[in-house]
């Protein structure tokens, strides 16, 4: 049950995967409980609820954020893109069918945060975005090649427990091999 | 629709590698855990814990917070119901942080001292940290270390003997060619599962129904008939995704809690964990000081094997670390001693963590034959292969099976173990220092009882029904799999359904056990359905079932040692300015009963080896003295290996089906990390020339350790 608007919440619009939402929260509310709280989002993760794990990975305006970090009455005309909203209706995202094929997580608690990580790192990587492992950061140097380093490397602020991180490395790749190929598709 | 009753034979759908069954709904995010199910009317439940290490608790000033908008209740010592923790469960008496708000004594800093339910989470999060609690505060002790007075050895019980000895240690160590002994410590690790502990209880037509994250449901239904006084069939609890256990997931305070606020409110209440309140209310594993001496001939043969461990545990329930043990599995010598002893402190109890006993106990013992070793100049794996007992060094008894040997060649191979010079110190790439190691891995293979109903269904497909749990190991696939090759049919044309405390009981997925105890009486199940289908005739509408309990077949087992084995090897260097060690790669090669999905198997062994990686070099649970509690209990404060700590890590096994199972199962669940860590600090030693024998192996370890390396290195 929501609380009503009144000094300690209001009522606000979010747009979550294309969607709009309008809803009553209470201004502690972060963005991670207005999602399963509050909308029945489920699939984005509670595993510390202080920024520490990454299970509550969200894109925000298509960059990657720690739910739980971030109040719902902040999140507000911003976009946002959940674990739901990545897959095209019954056709998995090709992030999505790696970890699927390759057997990229084990429980599975910690896999809808990994694979909004995944979906921004191949973004950042795409337009040049630099890691603590890339040697050459000339911005004219374009993306290092996207080795199992780099991935290694940006994908750790997402926690696994399990060990699944050689699977979700290898997913990480084959995601971001067919994404090249499907350019050069298009370029072609 | 009927189908005719005859099946065809076996399709080899066992060891063929199968992506999981629910790994749609986990890549989509429509994976429900034990928090996301929605439920009208719930309550929620913010559990407080004490602050104090050991004490009573005087009053619980709730006055105030339920004046707070939307708090509902707040249960503690003074107005909780009674509950009953006088039984023995499935893993002997009950810890008693789980009888919660029974007793106004506080025994360890963080024991649940109140519940606060209010309708949002927000309002039952700041009305528990608004809960004023007065303490009458007594003096504590929570410092453990080797050699403390207050340790002593526990009796023996259904999970070991405390101390075994056969011939005479002193006189054997003192009639040997060459001798180690050496200490070794690990600290208090913690399991942290991705998933907060989580249960949500509510009473639905006069049954007490538990949404929960656990292990197993048949374990936490029957405890919680027992503490509340109930029939066990009017209890139900159900689990269909959890996020990880690794041990901690048995029953805790949050089912308890929850179902006493339930039952108080006649609502539905969900009690969700914090990560912080996990570090003192799920336990975890002891730390554990450890000695080991070692004497052998002159041809590296053992004469003498001493291993004598202590760990701590709480002072109001016993749970041994038996890190001692694993060396009655693994080498045999004509003087054998193994004890574990346990101080109680005022700390939490600790439990089961992931290679309970072997994970701290190969550390101590694989590095001291690694010390062996060097110190006779035999090669490591040579040292191994010379003291393979043929029977159980303690027991007497046959080995089901026992492929070590074969582990450690095919890992030689593979590895390159043959090409490694064993002087240390001697390979540098710039500032890093390089080193392998390696060492051997047991684990206890055991079974436990379950039962199991497969139905033909009039459709041509099949449903398994069992109380399963799938924590991440790839069990609902595993026994879609295991039912399909003995039914001979396509894994497609199975379902499972499992998770269900209703749908009987079975074992819980713990100790490498489940698929092993799940997949035994699955094929017994399906024995008798094949049987029954084999009679002829049309399948009726509802089905032909077929049921089974193993309990009987498990009991008629042979005695004999059975285990699980592996070979670690591991590669790391060390950054000599730095401190900081990087482990390069791992190959682990198991022999673990029959593999039934290659694809889970693999994941799940690697994990344990990446468990292994993390106890070398990052867990370590701090405890501040002067609080009793920890010093940043979080996963920034505690750090477990992250993706970049991880290189390429792979792992592998031989052939090596149980003879004695019916589906040929061991288990792989903990195997991988068992030894794992030894590698890893022998390697650092090839690296160095330094041993190290304190985990974790940090940086400031390292540097003040400093290196032996020889001053004229070959090249330099």
């Given at each position: 049950?929501?609380?009503a608007?009144?000094p300690?919440?209001?009522?606000i ?5 294309g969607e709009?939402?309008t809803?009553?929260?209470d201004h502690?509310?972060?963005?991670l409980?207005a999602?399963r ?10 595993g510390c609820?202080?920024g520490q794990?990454g299970a509550c990975?969200?894109l925000?305006d298509?960059?990657?954020a ?5 109040l719902a009455v902040a999140a507000e005309?911003?976009e ?5 909203g990545?897959?095209?209706g ?9 970890f699927?094929d ?6 599975g608690y910690?896999t809808?945060?990994?694979i909004c990580s ?6 950042e990587?795409a337009?040049?975005?630099p890691?603590a492992?890339t040697t050459?950061v000339?911005?004219?140097?374009g993306?290092?090649?996207l ?8 994908m750790?602020g ?5 060990g699944?991180?050689?699977s979700?490395?290898q ?6 091999e067919?994404?090249?190929d499907?350019?050069e598709?298009?370029?072609? | 629709?009927t189908?005719?009753?005859?099946i ?8 063929t590698a ?5 790994g749609r ?9 034990a ?5 009208p009317?719930?309550?929620h ?5 004490s602050t104090?290490a050991r004490g009573?608790v005087r ?7 339920l ?9 503690h010592?003074?107005?909780a119901?009674r509950?009953n923790l006088?039984?023995?469960g499935m893993?002997?008496?009950?810890d ?10 506080v025994?360890f800093?963080?024991?649940p001292v109140a519940?606060v339910?209010?309708e949002?989470p ?6 528990a940290?608004q809960l004023v609690?007065h ?6 002790d ?6 403390h007075?207050g340790a ?5 019980s ?6 075994e000895?056969?011939?005479?240690v002193?006189a ?5 060619a ?7 410590t ?7 599962p991705?998933?907060?502990?989580a ?5 639905d037509d006069?049954r007490l129904e538990?949404?929960d994250s656990n292990?197993g449901s048949t374990?936490v239904?029957?405890?919680l008939?027992q503490?509340?006084?109930?029939d066990?069939?009017?209890?139900r609890?159900r689990?269909?995704?959890v996020?990880g ?5 048995g029953?805790?305070?949050t089912q308890?809690?929850?179902?006493m ?7 539905p209440v969900?009690?969700v964990m914090t990560r912080?309140q996990?570090?003192s209310?799920i336990g ?10 070692l004497?052998a001939d ?9 291993h004598?461990?202590?760990c ?9 670390e038996r890190s001692a043990?694993?060396?009655r ?6 003087a054998h ?16 963590m992931r290679?309970p006993?072997?994970?701290?106990g ?13 110190k ?13 007992p043929?029977?159980?060094p303690?027991?007497?008894l046959p080995?089901?099976?026992?492929n070590?040997v074969a582990?450690?060649?095919?890992g030689?191979r ?6 490694r010079?064993p002087?240390p ?6 500032r ?5 190691g390696?060492a051997a891995a047991?684990f206890h293979?055991g079974?436990g009882?379950?039962?199991a ?5 009039a ?5 398994v029904?069992i109380?399963?749990?799938d924590?991440?190991t790839g069990a609902r696939?595993?026994?879609a799999l295991v ?6 049919v396509?894994?497609e044309r199975v379902r499972?359904v499992?998770?269900?405390s ?5 074992m819980f997925?713990g100790?490498?056990m489940?698929?092993?105890?799940w997949?035994w009486?699955?094929?017994m199940?399906v024995?008798?359905l094949r049987?029954r289908?084999?009679?002829?005739g049309?399948?009726?509408p509802?089905g ?12 008629a087992?042979?005695?004999k ?5 592996g070979a670690q090897?591991?590669e790391?260097a ?5 401190g900081?060690v990087?482990?390069?790669?791992m190959?682990?090669i198991f022999a673990a ?9 693999r ?5 344990g080896?990446?468990?292994?990686i993390?106890?070398a ?5 701090i405890?501040?003295?002067?609080s009793?509690g920890h010093?940043?209990?979080d996963?920034?404060g ?7 700590d ?7 096994w031989?052939d090596?089906p149980d003879?004695?199972?019916p589906v040929?199962?061991?288990?792989v669940?903990?195997v991988?990390?068992v ?6 600090a022998n ?5 160095t ?7 974790p192996?940090?940086?400031d370890?390292v540097l003040s ?6 001053e004229h290195?070959p090249?330099a």
């Amino acid at each position: 049950m929501a609380p009503a608007p009144s000094p300690t919440s209001s009522v606000i619009t979010l747009t979550i995967n294309g969607e709009k939402h309008t809803l009553p929260v209470d201004h502690r509310t972060t963005l991670l409980d207005a999602l399963r709280d509050h909308l029945d989002l489920t699939g984005t993760k509670k595993g510390c609820d202080q920024g520490q794990c990454g299970a509550c990975t969200v894109l925000l305006d298509g960059r990657r954020a720690v739910s739980c970090l971030q109040l719902a009455v902040a999140a507000e005309g911003r976009e946002v893109t959940t674990i739901e909203g990545v897959a095209d209706g019954d056709r998995l995202h090709p992030v999505q069918q790696a970890f699927l094929d390759l057997d990229g997580y084990q429980c599975g608690y910690c896999t809808p945060g990994q694979i909004c990580s995944a979906l921004a790192v191949l973004e950042e990587h795409a337009e040049g975005w630099p890691s603590a492992v890339t040697t050459d950061v000339r911005p004219e140097a374009g993306p290092a090649p996207l080795t199992p380093e780099e991935i290694r490397e940006r994908m750790s602020g997402n926690l696994c427990r399990c060990g699944a991180y050689v699977s979700i490395v290898q997913a990480v790749a084959r995601a971001a091999e067919a994404r090249t190929d499907r350019n050069e598709e298009v370029v072609a | 629709m009927t189908t005719t009753t005859g099946i065809p034979a076996a399709t080899g759908a066992l060891g063929t590698a199968r992506t999981r069954v629910e790994g749609r709904d986990k890549v989509t995010g429509a994976a429900r855990y034990a928090g996301d199910i929605p439920l009208p009317e719930l309550a929620h439940g913010w559990l407080v814990l004490s602050t104090v290490a050991r004490g009573r608790v005087r009053s619980v000033e709730s006055d105030a917070v339920l004046a707070m908008p939307g708090v509902l209740a707040v249960l503690h010592h003074q107005n909780a119901p009674r509950i009953n923790l006088d039984y023995v469960g499935m893993v002997g008496r009950p810890d008693p942080v789980i009888g919660v708000f029974q007793q106004d004594r506080v025994p360890f800093r963080g024991w649940p001292v109140a519940l606060v339910v209010a309708e949002r989470p927000e309002q039952a999060r700041e009305a528990a940290e608004q809960l004023v609690v007065h303490y009458d505060q007594e003096p504590h002790d929570v410092t453990f270390y080797a050699g403390h007075p207050g340790a002593y050895t526990p009796e023996d019980s259904p999970f070991g003997r405390a101390e075994e000895t056969k011939g005479d240690v002193e006189a054997e160590l003192a009639a040997s060619a060459f001798v180690v002994d050496a200490e070794y410590t690990t600290p208090e690790e913690h399991h942290n599962p991705m998933e907060p502990h989580a249960a949500t209880a509510h009473w639905d037509d006069g049954r007490l129904e538990v949404l929960d994250s656990n292990q197993g449901s048949t374990w936490v239904a029957t405890e919680l008939a027992q503490i509340f006084s109930l029939d066990p069939g009017s209890v139900r609890v159900r689990s269909e995704h959890v996020g990880g256990g690794f041990g901690s997931k048995g029953v805790r305070p949050t089912q308890v809690a929850a179902a006493m606020a339930a039952t108080v409110l006649q609502r539905p209440v969900r009690v969700v964990m914090t990560r912080r309140q996990m570090f003192s209310a799920i336990g975890y594993r002891s730390p554990t000081a450890q000695r080991v001496r070692l004497g052998a001939d002159a041809s590296g043969k053992l004469r003498a094997l001493d291993h004598r461990s202590e760990c701590l545990t709480s002072t109001v329930h016993e749970f041994i670390e038996r890190s001692a043990s694993v060396g009655r599995v693994l080498y045999d010598a004509p003087a054998h001693h193994t004890s574990d002893r346990v101080v109680r402190l005022d700390v939490p109890t600790p439990t089961f963590m992931r290679g309970p006993g072997e994970a701290p106990g190969s550390f101590a013992l694989e590095c001291a034959l690694d010390e062996l070793a060097e110190k006779s100049g035999i090669d490591p794996i040579e040292l191994r292969v010379r003291n393979e007992p043929d029977r159980g060094p303690i027991s007497g008894l046959p080995f089901s099976s026992r492929n070590l040997v074969a582990c450690m060649e095919e890992g030689s191979r593979r590895f390159g173990w043959a090409d490694r010079d064993p002087r240390p110190g001697l390979r540098r790439e710039g500032r890093w220092l390089l080193g392998t190691g390696m060492a051997a891995a047991s684990f206890h293979s055991g079974v436990g009882p379950s039962t199991a109903a497969v139905t033909a269904e009039a459709n041509g497909t099949f449903t398994v029904r069992i109380n399963a749990a799938d924590i991440g190991t790839g069990a609902r696939t595993a026994i879609a799999l295991v039912a399909a090759d003995a039914l001979g049919v396509d894994p497609e044309r199975v379902r499972v359904v499992m998770a269900d405390s209703d749908l009987g009981p079975a074992m819980f997925a713990g100790g490498s056990m489940g698929t092993r105890s799940w997949a035994w009486a699955v094929s017994m199940a399906v024995g008798e359905l094949r049987e029954r289908l084999a009679l002829g005739g049309d399948i009726p509408p509802e089905g032909i079932t077929a049921r089974s309990d193993t309990s009987e077949a498990i009991g008629a087992l042979a005695q004999k040692e059975r285990h699980s084995f592996g070979a670690q090897f591991a590669e790391v260097a060390v950054d000599v300015t730095s401190g900081e060690v990087r482990v390069r790669r791992m190959l682990g090669i198991f022999a673990a009963g029959r593999i039934v999905n290659p694809l889970t198997a693999r994941n799940q062994l690697v994990g344990g080896m990446i468990w292994g990686i993390s106890m070398a070099l990052h867990e370590e649970a701090i405890r501040d003295r002067a609080s009793g509690g920890h010093v940043g209990p979080d996963l920034a404060g505690y750090h477990f290996a992250a993706n970049a700590d991880v290189p390429l890590v792979e792992a592998d096994w031989v052939d090596d089906p149980d003879p004695d199972d019916p589906v040929g199962i061991k288990g792989v669940g903990e195997v991988g990390i068992v030894g794992a860590a030894a590698a890893i600090a022998n390697a650092v030693w090839h690296a160095t020339g330094v041993r190290h024998r304190h985990l974790p192996i940090r940086p400031d370890r390292v540097l003040s350790a400093g290196t032996n390396v020889p001053e004229h290195r070959p090249g330099a």
